[in-house]
């Protein structure tokens, strides 16, 4: 029991308390921030007589009660959670590059606009059919495969993508096995023949819009130079529209879009369900990263907009979706210690069009984090080192309040930027941890709107009541 267990954090006037070993997150008033360090510390005699003057003796009474009920049950004195993660070797998601090339040139691109780095390319019929074969090869006893098409813009090789779904439901239906089928799009290509097919396929998908004509077209660009935000826009309506809305928005912002907050109300004011904008990840000394101290800062400021918006929204009944606040209410409200989020080089891997196999498709960036190919198999080696990572081993993570809650962040973050797998990503982390406090703070105020409002916020992210 200590102190050291402890995170207790103020924001947006209200106070809390966080166990790092258990993620457990609770909501302190004022007389509960003075007396549970004290217990924390094991300073139990005389705490009445110490707070005499600044509380009454029945509130201090019931606060130490139920700041003993805490320790009680385990909170701030169980030992850490046990490695719950075993190694796992059998692919569950293959990410197919299907092609290296893009008809867009992003600034903000981290692939070098498809290329990521290297000769732009599309995947032939034959490493398709080579990688589908080698993930069901190593799928063990997984019971569904999710193969997701990649690039760049993975649907300038649509004929190569219509082949791997036809070949990768056949080989499935002869093992015994399902396939299933996402993919992550700049939306530009998606003409009435290709919604046709990717609905038909009940693909999942992940459409790239930045918001606002002004925000979106500074940024997604043709290679003419012209912003893309009209028909990106038109063609995601029109699948809404003719198909489904069930897909996800994703978009992105960088140091030249501050009110990032208008970005997510502009895809929520669309009708979007699931919309995810996140910062843009470049290397520091590129002009739109976010990773100076006042960058920082400025970026949390507008996180307090956004949170101060999605609690109003939400009062209101017209509730906002945001993948980064709901991710952190779902592990506010079953707290649940994780020693990692990332599957990569284990359920989840990555080839490319020349039949590299990668641990995840972000590490085709650095082509040092190749795992083995698909001619000559895994480089085992190679393979179990990412498999292996854990918070627990990241030295990095060591002292973080938040490791149990992260489970360590990305792996090829701290590789790109620190030149170090176990030394986190400095902003990735303080962005992390400052939602997860907003998100303890919203759940303080849908709690004090009373009556159903916690079961109608448990059905907004996705939980079962
Ligand atoms: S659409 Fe995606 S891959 Fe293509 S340039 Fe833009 S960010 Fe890069
Ligand atoms: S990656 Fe950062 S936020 Fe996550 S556990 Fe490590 S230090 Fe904490």
Redesign the pocket.
């Known amino acids: 029991m200590g102190l050291d267990r402890a995170h207790f954090f103020t924001i947006q006037g209200k106070h809390f308390v966080c166990d790092v070993l258990t993620t457990q997150c609770f909501r302190l008033d004022s007389i509960g921030l003075s007396v549970l360090p004290e217990l924390l510390a094991g300073n139990i005699d005389n705490l009445e007589e110490k707070y005499a003057g600044a509380y009454t003796r029945g509130d201090l009474r019931k606060c130490i009660r139920e700041g003993k009920e805490i320790l009680r049950l385990g909170h701030f004195t169980a030992s850490a959670p046990p490695y719950s993660h075993p190694i796992y070797d059998h692919v569950a998601s293959l990410c197919l590059h299907v092609a290296h090339h893009c008809n867009l040139n992003c600034e903000y691109c981290y692939a070098d606009a498809g290329s990521f780095g290297g000769k732009r390319s599309l995947m032939s019929r034959e490493v398709m059919r080579k990688a589908v074969d080698f993930a069901f090869v190593n799928s063990g006893d997984t019971e569904e495969l999710f193969i997701g098409f990649f690039g760049g813009e993975p649907l300038l090789n649509f004929s190569v993508i219509q082949e791997a779904v036809a070949y990768a439901r056949d080989q499935a239906h002869h093992l015994k096995k399902r396939a299933r089928f996402t993919m992550s799009t700049n939306a530009t290509l998606l003409s009435r023949p290709i919604m046709d097919f990717i609905h038909q396929e009940n693909f999942s998908l992940l459409f790239s819009l930045d918001g606002p004509k002004s925000i979106h077209d500074k940024m997604r660009k043709d290679w003419k130079g012209q912003g893309t935000h009209t028909s990106v826009l038109k063609n995601i309506r029109t699948f809404a529209k003719r198909y489904s809305s069930d897909f996800t928005v994703r978009g992105t912002f960088t140091r030249t879009t501050p009110n990032f907050t208008d970005q997510v109300l502009f895809l929520n004011d669309q009708g979007f369900h699931s919309v995810s904008v996140e910062p843009a990840q470049l290397a520091p000394n590129h002009p739109y990263s976010i990773t100076s101290d006042v960058e920082l800062s400025r970026v949390k400021g507008e996180y307090d907009r956004l949170a101060n918006i999605y609690v109003e929204r939400f009062r209101q009944e017209k509730p906002i979706s945001f993948f980064h606040f709901d991710y952190c209410l779902k592990k506010l409200l079953v707290p649940q210690p994780t020693h990692t989020t990332c599957g990569a080089a284990g359920g989840f891997i990555a080839v490319t069009p020349d039949g590299r196999i990668f641990p995840c498709f972000e590490a085709v960036v650095e082509k040092e984090n190749c795992i083995g190919h698909l001619d000559t198999g895994f480089d085992k080696v190679k393979r179990k080192f990412f498999q292996r990572l854990h918070?627990d081993v990241?030295s990095?993570?060591k002292?973080?309040?938040?490791?149990?809650?992260?489970?360590?962040?990305?792996h090829v973050f701290?590789i790109r930027y620190n030149g170090d797998i176990h030394l986190?990503?400095?902003p990735?982390?303080?962005i992390?941890?400052h939602r997860f406090e907003l998100a303890a703070w919203i759940l303080a105020e849908v709690a004090d709107m009373g009556g159903t409002a916690i079961q109608r916020l448990k059905k907004h992210v996705g939980m079962k009541d």
């Open positions: 918070v990241k990095g993570c002292e973080c309040w938040a490791q149990y809650i992260c489970g360590g962040g990305c701290s986190p990503y400095y990735q982390c303080e992390f941890k």
